[in-house]
């Protein structure tokens, strides 16, 4: 078998590799070999097998794997990413390593991080050598998770201008999806309305991306004013973090004078948040005021789009 599959795969990496070529006449190929590995037996890496076809096996399901992310389909690539793993962990000793896994590692990396499964992301990453996280494939994934906690997501936004391969692309921008979300709800909490114009740079949209600014801000709920060409908010059902914290501080406060049986301290709490409580009448904090202890570094967003927008 091992001359015939080594044909088939060198025709799937022609129509591959092709500039321009077809991609559904790679989807044939592919759906094609699929199948004769799994009746062989070779797509479930048997250690039996002959290396040589363990070998091709191997590049037949890496293409798949590339490829499936070309067609933005996660689905896929997690089923070609999964039947990889063996051939990857268990055949050390058997077949020589694959001169794609640093590529095939930093996808697997990065697909984790646009999922937000960090706790697997950070398994993974300890089983790795000092030398494969140098790799440059290995490095980018390894970089975006130190800028998101960091909040720098103006890096995470230039990304986009360094990836190593086109697949990296796709899982780029939906990591880019999970950052815009986590701003916009920033956003939604803190104001009531917002310009389009500080909309599309907060967001980070390029002027030109309407298209996928209205699609985002439509999944959210955002209604845009067409005269004033500003956003409006739905209710938030979030709890009120800012009054339940200024409720907490008073009951400690007045506690704290009870104790101390000292009439004189019962103004103890600061004559703002008196003045802010008692203008509330328990109705929360009005939509509008910004709650600066919620923002973070995503309301400096605005002040850092200016060197990139």
Same mark, same amino acid.
């Given at each position: ?12 990496? &022609? ?8 991609? !559904? ?10 199948? /004769? ?24 399901? %890496? ?56 706790? %697997? ?17 290995? +490095? ?25 391969? /086109? ?7 939906? *990591? ?5 979300? &986590? #701003?916009?709800?920033? #956003? ?8 389009? +114009? ?10 030109? /991306? ?12 955002? /209604? ?21 914290? *200024?409720?907490?501080?008073?009951? &400690? ?11 004189? !301290?019962? !103004?103890?709490?600061?004559?703002? !948040?008196? +003045? ?8 929360? #904090? ?21 060197? #990139?927008?």
């Amino acid at each position: 078998m091992s001359v015939d599959l080594q044909q088939s795969l060198s025709e799937l990496q &022609q129509a591959f590799d092709a500039p321009g070529g077809s991609r !559904d006449d790679v989807s044939k190929k592919l759906a094609k070999l699929k199948l /004769e590995l799994a009746q062989s037996g070779l797509y479930f890496a048997p250690p039996t097998a002959n290396p040589q076809d363990l070998e091709t096996a191997r590049s037949i399901l %890496e293409i798949g794997s590339f490829h499936a992310l070309r067609q933005g389909n996660l689905k896929s690539y997690a089923q070609y990413n999964f039947a990889l793993q063996p051939f990857y962990s268990n055949l050390n000793s058997i077949i020589s390593e694959s001169p794609n896994r640093p590529i095939t590692l930093g996808l697997h990396l990065l697909a984790l991080l646009s999922e937000g499964l960090l706790t %697997e992301f950070h398994t993974l990453l300890e089983t790795l050598k000092v030398e494969q996280l140098s790799d440059v494939f290995v +490095k980018l994934p390894v970089d975006l998770e130190r800028w998101l906690m960091e909040g720098a997501y103006n890096k995470v936004y230039r990304a986009k201008d360094r990836v190593p391969r /086109e697949e990296f692309g796709f899982l780029l921008e939906r *990591l880019m999806g999970t950052v815009r979300g &986590q #701003i916009a709800s920033t #956003i939604e909490t803190s104001y009531s309305s917002l310009p389009l +114009k500080s909309a599309t740079s907060l967001l980070f949209f390029k002027p030109n /991306e309407v298209s996928e600014l209205n699609e985002f801000t439509k999944s959210r709920g955002w /209604e845009l004013s067409p005269s004033s060409q500003t956003f409006t908010f739905p209710n938030s059902s979030k709890p009120d973090i800012a009054l339940a914290a *200024l409720h907490h501080k008073q009951q &400690q406060q007045q506690n704290s004078a009870a104790n101390s049986n000292n009439d004189g !301290d019962e !103004d103890m709490l600061g004559e703002t !948040d008196s +003045k802010t409580i008692d203008a509330l009448k328990g109705k929360g #904090i009005k939509r509008g005021t910004p709650m600066l202890t919620m923002v973070g570094p995503a309301l400096k967003l605005a002040q850092q789009l200016e060197a #990139i927008v």
